[in-house]
């Protein structure tokens, strides 16, 4: 896993679990989630340069850096702890409902409550911008989405990726890490769109769901920062 410079990439991220929601305790969903274990999680990191103009996301991904991390790993920039390193420095976070499961998950292996805010106040959640800009009227799953923008369909599921943990074997892993790669690979591709179709008369703009936008909103917001909430954000946590 190579270093990334800092605030000069933009890391898209998905996390695997070890259990299914029916098999740990809960009285709620958030709850439920909350005491998931992380089996593995990937990211791709992509150069912020190439991610200000949807016409340059072709580019974007075929500069991509990508990382794995396992559950339990010592081994240098595998562990979660290094996907953690690269959220710090990552000028935005995007994910697809992280806000309902990934950051939910990721929020115990936090040691500061401070550095999980900071986080979180950089996240570009994918699925929650496609679900408001449809007034909730559908649940959009990613795969959905994916094939309503002519991108290829998702691997798996989730319950086959818990069934290859528990299973352990080489073979099985691999298999989970790849299922796991994919799914960052494709949001990365969909997430970069200039628009989104989403099965109505007009697509979305990306304002609603991308990448571009986002980049554009946070550049804005952190030139009008004062030189005070400057290093209060930079703070190393």
Known sequence: MGRCPPYDYILLYDLETQQLLNEVPGRFRDDKVQNLEISCGCAIALPLE???????????????????????????????????????????????????????????????????ELHMQ??????????????????????????QNGLDPKEASGIQAVEWWKSGTPEDLERLESYCMSDVRLLCKLALLQELNVGRDRPLPNYCFGIASAVAA????????????RQARELDV
């Open 50 to 116: 190439y991610c200000r103009d949807p016409n340059d996301r072709n580019r974007a991904f075929e500069e991509r850096r990508e990382y794995t991390v396992w559950h339990g790993s010592t081994d240098p920039c595998t562990r979660i702890e290094d996907l953690l390193a690269l959220f710090d420095n990552a000028f935005l976070i995007v994910a697809y409902n992280q806000f309902g499961f990934d950051s939910l998950v990721l929020r115990q292996y936090y040691s500061s409550e401070q550095r999980f």
């Open 122 to 147: 950089k996240q570009l959640d994918v699925f929650v911008g496609v679900r408001a800009a449809m007034l909730g009227e559908k649940w959009p799953k990613l795969d959905w989405l994916l094939g």
């Open 218 to 229: 946070r550049e804005k917001s952190l030139a009008l920062e004062t030189e005070d909430e």
